[in-house]
C-alpha cells in the first residue's frame, strides 16, 4: 500500500509544481493547495499505512490493547489541515482583493509594490 | 525541578494569547484594546525577563504540557539562546507597539492592530520556547497568519500587491518545512529535538537524511529570507504600516535564523557537508546581494528591507562557521540585527512622514527640519554598517576571528565586502535625504515646517520609541561585555547540548 | 440566495445541527468526537442560515459578533489550562471534579472546558471568514 501512496503523493508534487510554475494567481493558489494536500498524505504514509483498529483505549483500561493504529500522524495532518484551511481562506480573500484593487491576476504584471527601476523606466522612455 | 518554574515558560506564551483574546472580544472598542494591547505585551515582558532569569542562575528549564512524558508530549523548553532571544524580541516590541500606536489612525486600532500585534507575539515566543519540531511548525504558523492580517492593515493597493507575493511565498515556504518534517519524522518516529538528536545520530549518514536536511536549509532559509530565497522579502515589507514593517523586520527573519540554528545544532549536528556548504555559499551571497541591492535602491523603506536581506547573511555565516565563537558571533548579531532593524525602519517611517516621500533621489535638507531623526538614522546606520562603538561592530569582529579560526576565509571576506557597501549605502542615503542643501524645487513637502506640523499629533512618542532603540544599540555597543557573555552561555550550550536534552526528556535526575 | 425551500427548512435544520454539534462535542469526552468536529457542524448550521437569510440575519442571530465569539473560546481555552496551576500540575494538565452528589458524573473537567472553547473558537473563526466573504460579494 505504502508504495502506491507515496506514487500519488510524487503525482501531486508533479501536479503542484507544474501549477506553481504557472503565471495566473488563480493557479498559483491552487498549487499551493495541491502542495498542502500531498503534504498530508506524505505525513500519513510516513507514519505507515496499517489496518488496525482505531486508536481509542477501551472502558475500564489503563492502555491500549495492542494492534491499534498510530495517532500521531493522525493529529499531526489534522492539525496542518486546520492551519492550511484557515490560511487558504485568507489567501482567497486576498487574491480576490488583489483582482478587485489590481485588475489582474496575472503575477507577471503585479508590479504596485515593486515598480520598475528608475533607470530601466528612463530607458523605455527613449526608446 | 518543581513544576511551579516549569510555569515560566507558559507565561512569556500564555499572556500574551488571552490578552490578545480579551482584546478580540472588545472589537471596535479602539481605547480598550490599546490598553489591553500594551498590558499584554508589558505582562510578556515581565515574564521573559523572569524567565532569563531563571535560566541564567539555574541552566536550562523544561515542561511537558499537560503532564504527557517526553518524547511522546510536547514539551517547552528555554535555554540560553532561546529566553535571551524572547526576552530581547519583547522588548523591541514594546518600542514598536509604542510606534504602533502613535502612528495608526483610530480606524487601524480597531481594525485589529493590538490583537494581531499580541498574536504574533505569542507565536514568536512559542517559536523560540518550543523543543517540539511539529510544534515549531505550529508557532510558525501562528505568526504567520498574524503577519497576514497585519500587512493588509490600511488595505491600499501596494499593500495588496506586497501581501499576495508575502502570503505565497511564506505559504510554500511553511509548506516545504512540513514536508520536511514529515520526512523526518517517517525517518525517525520521534518529533521531539533531543529524541531526533539521538536518533538521527543513531542512523547511518547517507542520501535520505542529506536530502532531508537540505530540506529544512531551503524551508527554514525561505522564512528567513537567505540567497536565493530572499525576494519576496524586499518585495512586501516597504508595504505595512511603518510599525508592522519594523516589526516584522525585527523579529520574523530572526525567527527564521533561530529555526535555522536550532535545527541545525541539535538535529543535524555535523557530517551533513553538502548542507553545510550549500549554507555558507548562501550566507555570503545573501550577504552580498543585501548590500548591493540597498546600494542601489532609491526607496528608502525599500533599501532599509535589502539591509535586513544583508543582516541574515551574516547570522547564518556564523551557523555555517559552526565553531563556539562563530555561534557567539551569530547570535550576538541576533540580539544587535532585532533592534536595528527596528530603529531603521521607525526611521524610515519617520522620513516618509516629515517628507512625505521615501524616494531618497527627491529628499533633501531633511537635517533642517528634524535634526533628531537625522542623528538617530545616522547612529542607526552607522551601527548597522559596523562601525567601531556601536553594537553592529562586535559580532562582526567576533565573526571574522572565528572565520580566520576556522579557514573559511570567503565568509570573511564576504562580511568585510559587505561591511564596506553597507557603509557606502548608509552614508549615501544619509547624505541625499538629510545633509544635502534643500532643493525647494525638488521637493514638494518642504521638510522644515511641515516635518513638525505632521509630527505634532504623536511625534513626541514615536521620537521616543525610536530614541530608545537608537540607545540600546549605542548601550550595548559601549557595554559590549554582557552580551558577549550571555551570547557565549547560548553557544556553548549549543555546543554542548546535554543540559539542555536532559532537561527536554526529563533525564537530569537520572544521571548523577 | 433566494430558495423559499431553503428559507421554509432552515429554522429547523439550523437548530437541529446546532443541537447535534453540541451532542458531538460533549460525546467528544470518552468516544470519538469533540470541540473541534463539533464546531464546524455548528459552524456549517449557521453557514446554513447565512445562505438562507443573508450575512446580517446570522450577525443578528448570533448576538455577539463572530470574532468575539472566537476570542471567548480563546480565553475559555486559556483558563482551562490555567486550572492546573492551582494543583502544582503542568500547564494544560487535565483536572477532573468528582461532585460529592453524583461521583458518577464524568463530565465537569478541564477538559471538556478546553473543547467548548476550541468549539467556540471554531464556530466563531469559521463564521468570520464566511460573513467576511458574504460581504466582500
Known amino acids: 500500500m505504502e508504495p502506491l501512496i507515496a506514487i500519488v503523493v510524487g503525482a501531486l508534487f508533479a501536479i503542484s509544481v507544474f501549477l506553481l510554475l504557472s503565471g495566473s494567481l488563480i493557479r498559483l493558489v491552487m498549487g499551493l493547495f495541491v502542495l498542502s494536500n500531498a503534504t498530508h498524505l506524505l505525513i500519513f504514509v510516513a507514519g505507515r499505512l496499517t489496518r488496525e483498529n482505531p486508536p481509542l483505549i477501551a472502558e475500564g483500561m489503563k492502555v491500549a490493547e495492542a494492534g491499534i493504529a498510530n495517532p500521531l500522524p493522525q493529529a499531526l495532518i489534522l492539525t496542518a489541515i486546520v492551519i492550511s484551511f484557515s490560511l487558504f481562506a485568507f489567501v482567497l480573500v486576498l487574491t480576490y482583493r488583489a483582482h478587485r484593487s489590481l485588475h489582474t491576476v496575472d503575477t507577471e504584471a503585479m508590479r504596485v509594490a515593486e515598480p520598475a527601476p528608475r533607470a530601466a523606466r528612463l530607458r523605455g522612455r527613449d526608446v | 525541578m518543581s513544576e511551579m518554574t516549569g510555569w515560566l515558560l507558559v507565561w512569556p506564551i500564555l499572556l500574551p494569547v488571552l490578552a490578545s483574546a480579551l482584546a478580540v472580544v472588545a472589537w471596535g472598542r479602539e481605547r480598550t484594546q490599546t490598553l489591553i494591547g500594551f498590558a499584554g505585551l508589558l505582562a510578556q515582558f515581565v515574564a521573559a525577563l523572569a524567565l532569563f532569569v531563571q535560566v541564567w542562575a539555574q541552566g536550562p528549564l523544561a515542561m511537558s504540557m499537560g503532564g504527557w512524558a517526553a518524547p511522546f508530549g510536547i514539551a517547552l523548553a528555554a535555554d540560553t539562546l532561546g529566553a535571551g532571544l524572547t526576552l530581547i524580541a519583547t522588548l523591541v516590541a514594546l518600542a514598536i507597539a509604542v510606534y504602533a500606536w502613535a ?64 502570503a505565497v511565498l511564506n505559504l510554500l515556504a511553511t509548506t516545504l518545512l512540513l514536508i520536511a518534517i514529515g520526512l523526518l519524522y517517517g525517518l525517525t518516529g520521534t518529533l521531539n529535538m533531543a529524541d531526533l538528536a ?212 570567503m565568509l570573511v571576506v564576504a562580511v568585510l565586502l559587505s561591511g564596506f557597501l553597507l557603509l557606502l549605502t548608509v552614508g549615501r542615503s544619509f547624505a541625499l535625504v538629510f545633509w544635502r542643501e534643500a532643493e525647494s524645487a525638488a521637493t514638494p513637502a518642504s521638510p522644515a515646517p511641515g516635518a513638525s506640523a505632521a509630527l505634532a499629533g504623536g511625534g513626541r512618542h514615536l521620537r521616543y520609541a525610536l530614541g ?45 | 440566495m433566494n430558495s423559499i425551500i431553503l ?19 460533549l460525546r467528544g469526552h470518552n468516544e470519538p468526537g469533540g470541540g473541534f468536529i463539533g464546531g464546524l457542524i455548528g459552524a456549517s448550521a449557521f453557514a446554513t442560515y447565512t445562505l438562507a437569510e443573508g450575512a446580517a440575519a446570522t450577525r443578528r442571530a448570533l448576538v455577539l459578533s463572530p470574532i468575539a465569539l472566537a476570542g471567548i473560546g480563546l480565553l475559555i481555552a486559556g483558563a482551562s489550562g490555567l486550572a492546573s496551576l492551582l494543583f502544582g500540575d503542568a500547564f494544560l494538565t487535565g483536572q477532573w471534579w468528582f461532585p460529592a452528589f ?36
Do not use: C
Open chain 2, 103 to 166: 502612528d495608526s489612525t483610530p480606524e487601524q486600532r480597531s481594525g485589529g492592530l493590538f490583537p494581531l500585534v499580541l498574536a504574533l507575539m505569542t507565536g514568536v515566543a512559542g517559536a523560540f520556547l518550543t523543543s517540539d519540531i511539529f510544534n515549531l511548525y505550529v508557532w510558525f504558523e501562528v505568526t504567520l497568519i498574524s503577519s497576514f492580517g497585519l500587512i493588509v492593515l490600511g488595505g491600499r493597493r501596494e499593500q495588496i500587491d506586497g501581501a499576495v507575493k508575502y
Open chain 2, 198 to 409: 539521538a536518533k538521527v545520530a543513531q542512523l547511518p549518514p547517507g542520501a535520505a537524511l542529506e536530502s532531508i536536511a537540505l530540506l529544512f536549509l531551503v524551508s527554514l532559509g525561505m522564512k528567513a529570507a537567505l540567497f536565493p530565497l530572499y525576494f519576496w522579502l524586499p518585495a512586501a515589507y516597504h508595504t505595512p504600516l511603518p510599525a508592522v514593517s519594523a516589526l516584522f523586520a525585527a523579529l520574523l527573519t530572526k525567527v527564521g535564523v533561530y529555526a535555522l540554528i536550532r535545527v541545525f545544532t541539535t538535529v543535524f549536528p555535523e557530517g551533513f557537508a553538502l548542507t553545510r556548504e550549500a549554507m555558507a555559499w548562501a550566507a555570503a551571497a545573501t550577504m552580498l546581494l543585501g548590500a548591493l541591492g540597498a546600494l542601489a535602491e532609491v526607496d528608502l523603506r525599500r533599501l532599509v528591507s535589502y539591509t535586513v536581506v544583508s543582516g541574515v547573511g551574516v547570522m547564518v555565516a556564523g551557523l555555517a562557521i559552526g565553531s563556539e565563537a562563530a555561534l557567539l558571533a551569530a547570535i550576538f548579531y541576533i540580539v544587535h540585527s532585532i533592534i536595528i532593524s527596528a530603529a531603521l525602519f521607525m526611521a524610515a517611517g519617520l522620513v516618509v512622514r516629515s517628507a512625505g516621500s521615501a524616494d531618497i533621489e527627491q529628499l533633501s535638507g531633511l537635517y533642517k527640519g528634524v535634526p533628531w531623526l537625522a542623528v538617530a538614522f545616522l547612529l542607526a546606520g552607522l551601527s548597522l554598517a559596523g562601525v567601531p562603538p556601536l553594537a553592529g561592530f562586535w559580532p562582526k569582529v567576533y565573526l571574522v576571528q572565528a572565520g580566520l579560526d576556522a579557514g573559511a576565509h
Open chain 2, 468 to 512: 530608545a532603540l537608537v540607545l540600546l544599540t549605542l548601550l550595548l555597543g559601549l557595554y559590549a561585555a554582557p552580551v558577549v557573555e550571555v551570547a557565549l552561555r547560548a553557544a556553548s550550550e549549543l555546543r554542548a547540548p546535554g543540559p539542555y536534552f536532559d532537561a527536554v526528556l526529563g533525564t537530569a535526575e537520572l544521571r548523577p
Open chain 3, 7 to 25: 428559507r421554509t427548512a432552515s429554522p429547523f435544520l439550523v437548530g437541529l445541527t446546532v443541537l447535534f454539534s453540541i451532542y458531538v462535542l
Open chain 3, 102 to 137: 453524583n461521583p458518577e458524573l464524568k463530565y465537569l473537567s478541564t477538559v471538556v472546558l478546553f473543547d467548548i472553547g476550541v468549539y467556540l473558537v471554531v464556530v466563531g473563526a469559521i463564521l468570520a471568514i464566511i460573513i467576511g466573504l458574504e460581504d466582500e460579494t
